[in-house]
């Protein structure tokens, strides 16, 4: 008798907290959708910001290299640097993806949720760009026209791969 109405006053409180702790839940819930209404209104977060400044960046350099690559002369003096910019660049990207910046968190970006939802490969993708961009450099301190102008295709194909699933389609 004792035994069984301890276990049903157990029971009951065990009860009491789940609803304690579903109504944490929803109110929680319901706190985050109102701040996704006031998201869409707001400034672009300072990651957001950072991070497409940082793209910015990263296809200016690139238009410098592939510009001075069509001419008779690459200068390289303005190509090693650009190249060493694109490098540094592609290293950070790891960086501008902080978790609260994705498109279902009410933030105006052009990423897209894979990049939160499949990490394992956002971080291929960024792997195989930085691992282009160090050959890039190499090449551009060599003073190699004929390797750089075969070599940016496969920094261009890095681009494109990740923008192709992670990136809203322009
Ligand atoms: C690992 C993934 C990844 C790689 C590699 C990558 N990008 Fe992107 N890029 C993105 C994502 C995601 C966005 C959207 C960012 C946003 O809107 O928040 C973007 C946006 C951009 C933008 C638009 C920035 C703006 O908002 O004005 C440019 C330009 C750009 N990338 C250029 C490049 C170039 C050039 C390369 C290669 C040298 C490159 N990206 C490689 C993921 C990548």
Do not use: Y
Not at 2 to 15: K, N
């Amino acid at each position: 008798m004792t035994v069984q109405s301890s276990s049903v006053s157990w029971r009951s409180a065990r009860r009491a907290l789940v609803g304690a702790s579903l109504a944490l839940l929803v109110a929680a819930c319901g706190q985050q959708a109102s701040e996704e209404v006031a998201a869409s209104d707001a400034p672009v977060p300072a990651a957001v910001a950072e991070r497409q400044e940082g793209f910015k960046a990263l296809g200016a350099s690139f238009k410098l290299i592939n510009d001075q690559l069509k001419t008779d002369a690459p200068d390289m003096a303005q190509i090693v640097p650009a190249a060493e910019r694109m490098n540094v660049l592609a290293s950070q990207i790891p960086g501008w993806f902080p978790a609260g910046t994705g498109p279902d968190d009410g933030v105006k970006t052009d990423a897209l949720a894979t990049v939160w939802t499949d990490p394992d490969g956002f971080a291929a993708a960024q792997t195989r760009l930085a691992t282009a961009t160090t050959r890039l450099q190499e090449l551009a301190i060599a003073g190699d026209a004929a390797g750089l102008r075969e070599h940016v295709k496969m920094v261009g194909a890095s681009c494109g791969g990740c923008h192709d699933n992670f990136r809203v389609e322009q």
